[in-house]
């Protein structure tokens, strides 16, 4: 683990365009000191100036290959092929100069053209450079690069390599958590690159599907975030460990403000999109550099897709470069204050980069480490056992050891208050044969036999006492590892929950138009049955009178069937011109049909009979309608 290391931020400024300066545009309160590495902002009545100090600072003549230099993306991937992560991203306002320069190429159309020039922005200087810096590397260590390009747009996951996901109303890539990888995108093309061609021909490939639109402030705008990673593994195929790091580059959609971009529809629901995300990931910059040391507050990665994907780069265990883009025109002022603004933040932010091992061969390494420390420990303990070996063998004559000058022991150890004690010891206890018979120059010290027994004692009982409380620590140590692996365990479960309510939460936000549309539906079909049924109330029955009898016969109240024709129905419209007949006009109707029928003398004395109960139950009928529709006939 490298220790902790601020996010580096580099401004640039780019130059006036000439539609700006055709339209008056100026530039008088926003200047470079490159020799402070400052950025002196001056107020609006011009009385009061402001400095930002940043790692480096550029003026509009930079060009690109003096920017890649300067900021040291050559160090930055020297880590990153040793096993560290890096992230380069771009942040400014829309037109500020971001995707010239992570990419440098022109636009026409809305699609880029693609050439070689010294305009090339970082992208193809950092790719063409980490396979330099690969080939420098020891031959024992077999380096595979791994390609990936991805867009986030309207917080949908698109993988820009992959024309299945390109499709319209496509609804993108699912984004997991694990434990190992935090963050990542499922089922993401994984393209692996042996050269810098290889990689370029996808980034450009990439490129022509992203999502371009014009607008009052840029001609070529890009509407989502696109993440360029590559994943460099390394094998060293003579000591066996393996290594990965991924380095990020990011072109991050610019912030827009609708009053001057002039969008509307799609495009504005895009420009909405696109300032939730970098709110986010404004908040999280916010957060992170207003923590102090040992203090912990929660942090909304999860807020957002884009800021989720950055987690490890920002606050994380990542080396990160921030490049701040800024407008030269006082009409971009309040814009170029808040891009100084954040950036200042992120660059008090601290990150701790770690080396990426595999985790098999970090456990070798750490048992490595761990064998080496024993064994250092087992010396000692062999030193000090033949340091008290040698200390009981001082005056046993029957074995004829003898100490030299330059024994294992060190004389340091008579020293202090057991030396003094021993000393005195010495010189009351009486002659014996087992005592001290005279201290000779060069001669070690002889301690008398009660005095090594007591020194032996001791020190065993020493050498119990820490092998003892080392127990008791390794005790202490394997259950918190335990108690660890539960809460890890525990962890994991949670996210899976909370990644599975995720799911359910997308799931709904999808099926939630559809369900609109059905309760729309529904609601339409009710009033609909609402309106037949106020119909079906209000309109009359007409029963047909004698006279004309057979010229119609009713069905229903809406359908009407005629006598000469079955099975022809009437529609609303003919209804409502029957219906709207008066009766006076019937009765006229059924007087010219009197005419036309012949005489009652004429007629049968069954049909009479037939005619009149007709007749009658139909008077009876009329009558009891009109009474219950109080209407007169």
């Given at each position: 683990?490298?220790s902790?290391?601020?996010?580096?931020?580099?401004?640039?400024?780019?130059?006036?365009?000439?539609?700006?300066?055709?339209q008056?545009?100026t530039?008088?309160?926003?200047?470079?000191?490159?020799?402070?590495?400052?950025i002196?902002?001056?107020s609006?009545?011009?009385?009061?100036?402001?400095?930002?100090?940043?790692?480096?600072?550029?003026?509009?003549l930079?060009?690109?290959?003096?920017?890649?230099?300067?900021t040291k993306?050559?160090?930055l991937?020297k880590?990153?092929?040793?096993?560290f992560?890096?992230?380069?991203?771009?942040?400014?306002?829309?037109?500020?100069?971001?995707?010239?320069?992570?990419?440098?190429?022109?636009?026409?159309s809305?699609?880029?053209?693609?050439?070689?020039?010294?305009?090339q922005?970082?992208?193809p200087?950092?790719?063409?450079?980490?396979?330099?810096e690969i080939?420098?590397?020891?031959?024992?260590?077999?380096?595979?690069?791994?390609?990936?390009?991805?867009?986030v747009?309207?917080?949908?996951?698109?993988?820009?390599?992959?024309?299945?996901?390109?499709?319209?109303?496509?609804?993108?890539?699912k984004m997991?958590w694990s434990?190992?990888?935090?963050?990542?995108?499922?089922?993401?093309?994984?393209?692996p690159?042996y050269?810098?061609?290889?990689?370029?021909?996808?980034?450009?490939?990439?490129?022509?599907?992203?999502?371009?639109?014009s607008?009052?402030?840029?001609?070529?705008s890009?509407?989502?975030?696109?993440?360029?990673?590559?994943?460099?593994?390394?094998?060293?195929t003579e000591?066996?460990g393996?290594?990965s790091?991924?380095?990020q580059?990011?072109?991050?959609?610019?912030?827009?403000?609708?009053?001057?971009?002039?969008?509307?529809?799609?495009?504005?629901?895009?420009?909405i999109?696109i300032?939730?995300?970098?709110f986010?990931?404004?908040?999280?910059?916010?957060?992170?550099?207003?923590?102090?040391?040992?203090?912990?507050a929660f942090?909304?990665y999860?807020?957002s897709?884009?800021?989720?994907?950055?987690?490890?780069?920002?606050?994380?265990?990542?080396?990160?470069?921030m490049?701040?883009?800024?407008?030269?025109?006082?009409?971009?002022y309040d814009?170029?204050?808040?891009t100084l603004?954040?950036?200042?933040?992120?660059?008090?932010?601290?990150?701790?980069?770690v080396?990426?091992?595999d985790?098999?061969?970090?456990?070798?390494?750490?048992?490595?480490k761990?064998?080496?420390?024993?064994?250092?420990?087992l010396?000692?303990?062999?030193?000090?056992i033949n340091?008290?070996?040698?200390?009981?063998?001082?005056n046993n004559?029957?074995?004829?050891?003898?100490?030299?000058?330059?024994?294992?022991?060190?004389?340091?150890?008579?020293?202090?208050?057991?030396?003094?004690?021993?000393?005195?010891?010495?010189?009351?206890?009486?002659?014996?044969?087992?005592a001290?018979?005279?201290?000779?120059p060069?001669e070690?010290?002889?301690?008398?036999?009660?005095?090594?027994?007591e020194?032996?004692?001791?020190?065993?009982?020493?050498?119990?006492?820490?092998?003892?409380s080392n127990?008791?620590?390794?005790d202490?140590?394997?259950e918190?590892?335990n108690?660890?692996?539960?809460?890890?365990?525990?962890?994991?479960?949670l996210?899976?929950?909370?990644?599975?309510?995720?799911?359910k939460?997308?799931?709904?936000?999808?099926?939630?138009s559809?369900?609109?549309?059905?309760?729309?539906?529904?609601q339409?079909?009710?009033?609909?049955?609402?309106?037949?049924e106020?119909?079906?109330?209000q309109?009359?029955?007409?029963?047909?009178t004698?006279?004309?009898?057979n010229?119609?016969?009713?069905?229903?109240?809406?359908?009407?069937?005629r006598?000469?024709?079955?099975?022809?129905?009437?529609?609303k419209?003919?209804?409502?011109?029957?219906?709207?007949?008066?009766?006076?006009?019937?009765?006229?109707?059924?007087?010219?049909?009197e005419?036309t029928?012949?005489?009652?003398?004429?007629?049968?004395?069954?049909?009479?009979?037939?005619?009149d109960?007709?007749?009658s139950?139909?008077?009876l009928?009329?009558?009891t309608?009109?009474?219950?529709?109080?209407t007169?006939?």
């Amino acid at each position: 683990m490298e220790s902790s290391t601020r996010i580096s931020v580099a401004v640039r400024m780019r130059p006036l365009l000439k539609e700006e300066q055709d339209q008056g545009h100026t530039n008088s309160k926003v200047f470079i000191d490159s020799g402070e590495k400052a950025i002196v902002v001056s107020s609006t009545d011009q009385k009061q100036q402001k400095k930002y100090f940043f790692d480096c600072v550029f003026d509009e003549l930079t060009t690109q290959e003096e920017l890649f230099n300067y900021t040291k993306i050559p160090e930055l991937l020297k880590k990153v092929v040793q096993g560290f992560n890096a992230t380069i991203f771009a942040y400014g306002q829309t037109g500020s100069g971001k995707t010239f320069t992570m990419e440098g190429y022109d636009y026409n159309s809305l699609k880029p053209i693609i050439k070689e020039s010294d305009k090339q922005g970082l992208v193809p200087r950092v790719v063409h450079s980490l396979f330099s810096e690969i080939k420098t590397m020891p031959q024992n260590i077999e380096y595979t690069v791994y390609a990936t390009y991805m867009q986030v747009y309207q917080e949908k996951i698109y993988d820009l390599l992959n024309p299945a996901q390109l499709k319209p109303n496509s609804a993108g890539l699912k984004m997991r958590w694990s434990k190992h990888d935090e963050f990542y995108v499922e089922n993401l093309y994984v393209h692996p690159c042996y050269n810098a061609t290889e990689v370029l021909t996808h980034f450009h490939a990439g490129l022509k599907n992203k999502v371009m639109a014009s607008h009052n402030l840029n001609s070529a705008s890009s509407r989502s975030h696109c993440i360029l990673s590559l994943i460099i593994e390394g094998v060293d195929t003579e000591a066996g460990g393996i290594f990965s790091s991924k380095l990020q580059l990011v072109d991050l959609a610019g912030s827009e403000r609708v009053s001057m971009t002039g969008n509307e529809g799609p495009a504005l629901k895009e420009s909405i999109e696109i300032n939730k995300s970098l709110f986010t990931l404004r908040q999280v910059i916010t957060t992170l550099s207003g923590n102090r040391e040992g203090e912990s507050a929660f942090v909304p990665y999860r807020d957002s897709k884009l800021t989720s994907l950055l987690k490890q780069s920002i606050g994380g265990n990542s080396y990160c470069l921030m490049i701040a883009c800024l407008s030269p025109s006082d009409m971009y002022y309040d814009e170029n204050i808040s891009t100084l603004t954040y950036a200042t933040k992120a660059n008090c932010i601290s990150n701790d980069p770690v080396k990426n091992l595999d985790p098999k061969t970090k456990l070798v390494k750490d048992l490595r480490k761990e064998i080496k420390g024993l064994k250092k420990e087992l010396n000692e303990a062999y030193e000090q056992i033949n340091m008290l070996t040698g200390l009981a063998n001082i005056n046993n004559p029957k074995k004829g050891m003898k100490v030299k000058e330059n024994a294992n022991f060190p004389i340091d150890i008579f020293q202090g208050q057991k030396y003094q004690s021993s000393k005195n010891n010495l010189q009351i206890a009486p002659r014996t044969k087992s005592a001290i018979t005279a201290v000779r120059p060069n001669e070690p010290f002889a301690l008398s036999l009660e005095m090594l027994s007591e020194n032996l004692h001791d020190s065993v009982k020493m050498i119990k006492d820490l092998m003892g409380s080392n127990q008791k620590l390794k005790d202490l140590v394997n259950e918190l590892s335990n108690i660890k692996k539960n809460q890890d365990a525990e962890i994991a479960q949670l996210h899976a929950e909370n990644q599975n309510l995720l799911e359910k939460v997308e799931s709904l936000e999808n099926e939630s138009s559809v369900v609109g549309k059905l309760q729309q539906e529904k609601q339409n079909l009710i009033s609909r049955l609402s309106a037949l049924e106020r119909e079906n109330r209000q309109a009359p029955v007409i029963f047909p009178t004698k006279e004309r009898k057979n010229e119609w016969a009713w069905k229903s109240k809406r359908t009407i069937v005629r006598a000469d024709s079955p099975g022809q129905f009437i529609d609303k419209d003919h209804y409502q011109r029957y219906q709207s007949v008066r009766p006076s006009t019937r009765v006229k109707m059924d007087r010219s049909a009197e005419s036309t029928e012949p005489a009652k003398s004429e007629l049968s004395p069954d049909s009479k009979i037939r005619d009149d109960t007709l007749s009658s139950l139909s008077v009876l009928y009329n009558k009891t309608r009109a009474k219950n529709n109080n209407t007169t006939f």
